[in-house]
């Protein structure tokens, strides 16, 4: 609920101002007690809130996943989302993000029938932390608790008195599964996920019966036992590993040791950010966001070796091996924020690119564990490797890593969820200077094609532009002028697609004719004919690389600030059904923006570049209060797996990567008066929002490190310095702050 000051409170707490500055001056900050609207360590857990965006605004809810950060055992009750009332079955691991789970437990009560293997559990009372998870099944009485290890868990079911304890189980894939049971409640079980092996070995605590006779195996316990533990870890690589990881990680440890050692874990990463003031919800939004943002890459890593499914075979190395990441999705806002949080591993995570590309031949671009997923446009982590380097995160190969973006660039196909050499559509592209579009109803002839996801045109042309700005980037750093100077030419490809007349990003066919198109709703589903998944409002501002650039073409700095708020008020020009009939990624609407989708996410701090900072202030607290609840509802879109959550975290402490690849932040609003980040090299970052609120979201003045800070950015060598950044925000936009040149 949001509250509204009067004109008379206005009035007053604007005479006290002078006041609370004097008040918040550092030395006699430095002095104080911690007030009572700050989240201390200790504090910080309680605000995480998995089961927040559990419904989908159209497409796919986030889940009440129980991990540790950043490793592979990630478990959540099978289910359609918060709204199904009924539990399907309880995974040993989701093996990737969003592409399934292996292995599955139904706790039940004998006698097993064919009715008890079909059944869905209903259920109440659940707990969701990311280090716990429990529910009570209402039909039989079962409580169930889960608690996650690296690369174990531990369940544990409590069953009603007198009753008589099963556990069914079963897979959740096609294809072969066995579970082989031995002695004294211990059992192994394989399951094929795409192709990829995974084994599993469990380890009742109470002796039980197995029983195979029907269509999937149990193993049911004595009447009277009410209290049934079940360990297991899982393995990538064989039998034998996966029992090494059980004796390893849980064999000899009790359910409460392995909550605390996950509890504890969760406090390592979530202590890294403390925050001051802000509403309680904005506190949990907060959190729940910094906890996504800690679900993916998973290091896969057993005892130094790994499965990799870019060899197909098992691999040795003395670093962390890590899957399971989008990069469409993620170099725009988690990738940088790794960086800051944990550069280290941001480091590991980027070798493992490079390994996937020594051992298949390609830079990966959505590689999870069966190998490089194909899927969306673009090879975006090629600016992910310009980010990190022009951080200063150089420990991974960059001459590996250089070679495998170039030969992306160069060789390999630009075509939406196709992976391999390029065809005669990208031969035109490296040509010619742009991706070929065919007119409404012109049948495909390139049978590489998908049929669904067709060739995107524009968007594969703007993508592609900022994938080779990267990578001329890195050839500067390199010392490969030749490189830098081809690429440097090729990022200026967008600049062909840019309709002059009708000033919007616009498809040409393979004669350089321009196709007349509404950019509001043509394309096909999702626009995909031209665009991806969104429409020709929103890859308007796909320039990122080159905001002067962009600027220039829509005619200044005034023109761009007037067409961002067309794009705010523009309306669909029809129904909401029939927009998200062919939309259904581009919900969160304002005008015809949309918060829901992850081209969208920089834009509304491009009012920065157009001299108009506090247009930027205004939007951000609009969009975070409007479309990021602490409730069920609380996404506006798909969160991608720390993908939008990114943009929460950035967002909330008030600025922003707008240009990965540059290390630069620009800044926006920030909802707490004060945001401490603790720097793995010891320093501390501090922004400070003197007299902020709901209302004061307008920046009056700013200072970094006691000087005088005029425009709306830093670097990220200051942040990493542990600069301090103060803000004094006010009820009235400030339209000279930020906005000269």
């Known amino acids: 609920m ?15 101002v002078p006041v609370c500055k004097a008040l918040a001056h550092p030395r006699i900050l430095a002095h104080s007690r911690i007030s009572a609207d700050t989240v201390v360590p200790e504090q910080a857990l309680q605000y995480i809130d998995p089961t927040i965006g559990n419904v989908g605004a159209l497409l796919e809810p986030t889940r009440p996943t129980a991990q540790l950060p950043n490793q592979p055992v990630r478990v959540y009750p099978l289910r359609k989302d918060a709204l199904d009332d009924r539990i399907t079955a309880f995974p040993l691991t ?22 008890t293997r079909s059944e869905r ?38 069953f009603p008195k007198n009753s008589t304890p099963a556990i069914l189980l079963d897979k959740l894939n096609g294809g072969p599964a066995t579970w082989q049971f031995t002695a004294n409640g211990k059992l192994d079980a394989t399951e094929s996920w795409q192709g990829v092996k995974i084994y599993a070995h469990l380890e009742f605590t109470t002796p039980g019966r197995p029983d195979t006779t029907g269509a999937s195996p149990f193993i049911s316990f004595a009447a009277g036992d009410t209290l049934i533990n079940c360990k297991y870890a899982i393995s990538f690589i064989s039998p034998e590993q996966a029992r090494a990881n059980f004796k390893k990680e849980i064999a000899n440890a009790s359910f409460e040791a392995v909550r605390q050692h996950a509890e504890r874990a969760w406090a ?35 005892d130094g070796r790994y499965y990799s499914g870019y060899s197909k075979k098992i691999e040795t190395d003395t670093r962390p091996f890590y899957v399971d990441d989008w990069s469409w999705d993620t170099w725009l806002a988690l990738h940088p924020l790794r960086t800051i949080l944990h550069p280290a591993q941001e480091e590991d995570m980027l070798q493992s690119y490079v390994r996937m590309y020594k051992q298949s031949g390609w830079m990966p671009t959505f590689p999870v564990l069966f190998g490089d997923h194909a899927c969306m446009n673009g090879f975006h982590s090629t600016i992910s490797f310009l980010d990190a380097w022009q951080k200063g995160l150089h420990n991974f190969d960059i001459a590996s890593a250089y070679a495998g973006m170039r030969k992306n660039a160069t060789e390999a196909t630009l075509l939406p969820w196709r992976n391999g050499p390029a065809t005669t559509l990208d031969t035109f592209y490296r040509t010619q200077g742009w991706f070929p579009a065919l007119h409404p109803g012109e049948k495909e002839s390139i049978p590489q094609v998908h049929p669904f996801e067709r060739r995107q045109a524009v968007a594969v042309t703007l993508g592609a532009s900022c994938d080779d700005w990267a990578l001329s980037q890195l050839a500067k750093q390199l010392d490969k002028p030749a490189d830098a100077q081809f690429f440097a030419k090729t990022a200026k490809n967008y600049v062909n697609l840019w309709n002059p007349e009708k000033k919007f990003f616009l498809p040409k066919d393979s004669t350089g004719a321009w196709i007349d198109i509404d950019p509001k709703f043509a394309g096909g589903p999702g626009g995909r004919d031209y665009y991806d998944e969104n429409n020709g409002y929103t890859y308007l501002w796909q320039v990122q690389q080159d905001i002067p650039g962009l600027i220039t073409l829509m005619g200044g700095k005034k023109a761009t600030e007037q067409r961002l708020d067309q794009l705010f008020r523009e309306d669909l020009g029809r129904s909401k059904q029939e927009f998200w009939n062919k939309f259904p990624d581009a919900t969160g609407l304002v005008g015809q923006y949309s918060m829901a989708n992850e081209p969208s996410f920089h834009i509304p701090y491009l009012y920065n570049y157009s001299g108009s900072p506090w247009k930027t202030q205004k939007m951000i607290r609009l969009l975070l209060a409007t479309w990021f609840p602490d409730n069920i ?41 004060r945001v401490t980040i603790t720097l793995e090299n010891g320093r501390r970052f501090t922004l400070i929002a003197h007299n902020n609120s709901a209302v004061n979201k307008y920046i009056q003045s700013a200072r970094i490190d006691g000087k005088p800070l005029t425009t709306p950015w830093f670097t990220h060598a200051q942040l990493m310095a542990g600069a301090t950044v103060e803000l004094e925000m006010g009820p009235k936009p400030n339209t000279l702050w930020g906005a000269a040149d």
């Open 121 to 158: 559990m209903p259920y109440d009372n659940e707990i969701t932390r990311p280090w716990y998870y429990s529910t009570f099944l209402l039909n039989s009485g079962i409580t169930v608790e889960f608690t996650p290890g690296r690369l174990t868990g531990f369940y544990r079911f409590h």
């Open 633 to 673: 509802f609380g996404i506006p879109g798909d969160e991608d797996g720390g993908g939008m959550s990114a943009f929460i975290v950035f967002s909330s402490m008030g600025f922003y990567p707008v240009t990965p690849g540059l290390p630069i932040y620009t800044i926006g609003s920030p909802v707490f008066s």
């Open 94 to 115: 989701a093996v990737s993000h969003r592409l399934g789970e292996a292995f599955a437990l139904h706790p039940a009560i004998g006698p097993i029938t064919e009715t």
């Open 268 to 302: 390592n990463v979530m202590n890294r950010i403390r925050v001051e003031g802000g509403t309680p919800s904005q506190r949990r939004v907060f959190y729940t966001a910094l906890y996504r943002c800690h679900e993916r890459m998973v290091d896969i890593t057993e």
């Open 2 to 16: 949001k509250k509204y000051l009067s004109g008379a409170i206005v009035l007053l707490f604007l005479q006290l």
